[in-house]
């Protein structure tokens, strides 16, 4: 087996993290907790849930369905060449899921953090239990545990960009409205039943989360190449675990990668797998996982992946969302605390949110702006987040839209 050098890590992550093309592609990938609504503080046993999902077949839009350590279900999408076929598959696929486990008494619900129940580790694969072990072994096991057992997003893939201009463009765009999705899209104030003090709970439970690996590549002050940059992350990172010529999967704390480079001992699989351990708020894996966003109420998973989508790929959107999100680019821990209620990301979103309705039309999406702007009326205009809304009667129904809401400017 060939040994790496730092620059075989550096060109590795220009061709395949950075690799360039005309964007226009979009994905999602929606993660969903399993609740028994004869008992909703009780765990759903895995076993039951992948065998009624089973014998439902595969989702017709071909999404894939996988399980998080705590028994969450994630729905990945295949990518899309448009926002409108990305929404009927993946909407048609969540239907199917949720008529499978329906017709046993279950549903799924979305939170950015289980409201209620304590995180219960229901993996079987081994790897799932080395992170466990090396996140206890670094310092993290109740941040580690909760993450891996009592969190949920909805992720956006888009594409990187057209070429290394516009990646360079799109990568600080990204990270400028993180904090904007944070607080906008904030769905989790309690964790095991007691409220947090923050909006985002998912976020607070992300930064605690050994930070080698999960701040944001970005930070405030930098502004240079990003494959220079993920390079530097993907170095200072701690190794998290190894997959051994064995088959056997092993932790492997206090040794970042470099230093494991130094050794000559990691090859070009371990470097991918080490890559796929990192978990930044924008990944970039040949294309932009957007990691910050709270799952959400069932009916508005669409949202999130409609508004990023346009404010990244419609130039004229592109535009008034830098503008926007600019003064509030590095407010990470006001966004998850505060929610809406800070008046500067409050702003930001309104001018986020109106860019991106004004451009869906453009993108070929114009379905989806009734939801949108439903979205907007009910939180962004009133300077709200899911978060912000008492408990209604059915755990993943959101309240009515008030009658005192405004009307969208238009």
Not at 110 to 115: E, M, N, W
Request: hydrophobic share 40%.
């Amino acid at each position: 087996m060939t040994r790496l050098t730092v620059d075989d890590v550096y060109q590795h992550i220009r061709g395949v993290c950075f690799k360039t093309g005309p964007p226009g592609t979009v994905g999602a990938e929606t993660e969903w907790f399993v609740i028994d609504a004869a008992d909703p503080g009780a765990h759903v046993p895995g076993d039951r849930v992948r065998a009624l999902v089973g014998a439902a077949g595969p989702p017709p839009g071909g999404s894939k369905i996988t399980y998080e350590p705590g028994g969450q279900l994630e729905l990945s999408s295949a990518p899309f060449d448009g926002l409108g076929e990305l929404h009927t598959s993946l909407d048609g696929d969540t239907a199917h899921v949720r008529g499978a486990l329906e017709s046993d008494g279950l549903s799924l619900v979305g939170h950015g953090v289980d409201p209620v129940r304590r995180p219960r580790f229901q993996a079987d694969h081994p790897r799932y239990a080395c992170m466990r072990d090396y996140f206890r072994a670094g310092g993290f096991p109740d941040a580690g545990l909760a993450m891996m057992c009592s969190t949920a997003s909805v992720q956006v893939n888009l594409d990187i960009g057209a070429d290394h201009t516009d990646a360079f463009r799109r990568w600080r765009l990204a990270h400028a409205l993180g904090p904007v999705f944070v607080a906008a899209f904030a769905n989790s104030p309690l964790r095991a039943g007691r409220p947090t003090g923050m909006r985002s709970s998912r976020q607070g439970i992300w930064t605690e989360l050994d930070p080698c690996r999960t701040l944001p590549v970005l930070r405030d002050g930098e502004d240079g190449d990003p494959a220079e940059a993920w390079t530097r992350y993907a170095l200072d990172a701690q190794v998290m675990l190894v997959h051994t010529a064995e088959g056997e999967w092993m932790s492997h704390p206090g040794m970042s990668f470099l230093e494991w480079l130094n050794k000559g001992e990691p090859g070009e699989d371990d470097l991918s797998y080490h890559l796929s351990t990192l978990f930044p708020p924008v990944r970039p894996r040949g294309w932009l996982e957007l990691r910050m966003i709270d799952a959400l109420p069932g009916p508005y998973w669409p949202v999130p992946v409609a508004v990023a989508t346009a404010l990244l790929d419609d130039p004229a959107a592109s535009r008034a969302a830098e503008a926007a999100a600019e003064p509030v680019a590095h407010r990470w821990a006001q966004a998850a605390r505060r929610g809406l209620t800070d008046p500067s990301l409050a702003a930001a979103s309104r001018a986020c949110f109106a860019a991106a309705l004004d451009a869906l039309p453009r993108l070929g999406a114009p379905g989806l702006v009734p939801l949108v702007d439903e979205y907007a009326r009910r939180y962004v205009e009133r300077g709200r987040t899911p978060a912000d809304d008492p408990a209604p009667d059915s755990p993943d129904t959101p309240l009515p839209l008030p009658e005192e809401a405004p009307t969208w400017p238009r």
